[in-house]
């Protein structure tokens, strides 16, 4: 959810990425600044609601992109907005091909035509699973095949990544700056990952040229996990 319609709508058409519009719905507008105007009517209805633009960005793989035509990115757009239910509102999307990566830009009216914001709980993982579901109707390559064709490649850091962790383990750090020395000592650098909140959200791991999330090596090494296993450690 965002609150500068009008700038994100700038950057979703903008020529310099052979940017072309693939989606309208509910919107007669020819330029951002017209496009935001027509949301800014219905969005005027609801005054308490701020971040009142939903945007999206569609990635296929390089490979589904490139063979993709403007009328099968206007259908996952489609698809995904019904996933996300989200089709009788105000929305616009661009395709971007100035890069091998192909994409969409998906802006929705947050405000419907009642006034009432839509739910953005949790947005982030919802619309990662519509967007799977529209892949798997579609068969088109889904994430999760490319994430496991990546771990593969990666197999045998993950594998020593595991093993020096349980080594340090046994040593029984005292502290995560001791388990994070003793790991470096090991050749492994720990990263943690803070999220927005300033709090540990867990931690990345680099080895010989690969650089994993904690759950990527092991499930038994996410960062609740690894701090379980310290704070027992100093018990």
């Known amino acids: 959810s965002i609150a500068s319609t009008k700038a994100s709508l700038d950057y979703g058409w903008n020529q310099e990425k052979d940017a072309e519009v693939i989606y309208k719905e509910y919107l007669a507008g020819e330029t ?32 589904d992109g490139q063979e993709m035509s403007k009328a099968q990115l206007k259908e ?10 989200l089709k009788n509102r105000q929305a616009i999307a661009f395709v971007h ?23 953005d709980s949790f947005i982030g993982k919802r619309s990662q699973i519509a967007a799977d579901n529209v892949a ?24 020593a990544i595991r093993h020096i ?13 001791e388990y994070i020395n003793k ?15 300033n709090r ?3 931690f990345r791991f680099e080895y010989k040229g690969a650089n994993l999330k904690g759950s990527e090596v092991h499930r ?8 379980g296993e310290i704070d027992y450690a100093e018990t």
């Open 76 to 85: 996952i757009t489609s698809r995904f907005l019904k996933e996300m239910e």
């Open 165 to 177: 962790n349980n080594k340090v383990m046994e040593t029984r750090p005292k502290s995560l700056d």
């Open 183 to 197: 790991m470096k000592a090991c050749n492994v650098q720990v990263i943690p990952s803070i999220n927005k909140s």
């Open 97 to 119: 091909r100035d890069k091998a990566h192909t994409h969409v830009h998906v802006y929705v009216n947050r405000i419907g035509f009642d006034g009432k914001a839509y739910n």
């Open 200 to 202: 540990l959200q867990g």
């Open 220 to 227: 038994q090494m996410t960062g609740g996990k690894i701090i």
């Open 32 to 63: 951002p600044k017209e496009i935001t105007e027509e949301f800014k009517i219905i969005q005027s209805q609801n005054e308490r609601c701020t971040q009142n633009t939903l945007s999206f960005i569609l990635s296929p793989t390089v490979k």
């Open 136 to 159: 798997k109707e579609l068969g088109l390559t889904r994430v999760r095949d490319v994430q496991q064709e990546k771990l593969k490649e990666v197999n045998w850091q993950r594998l």
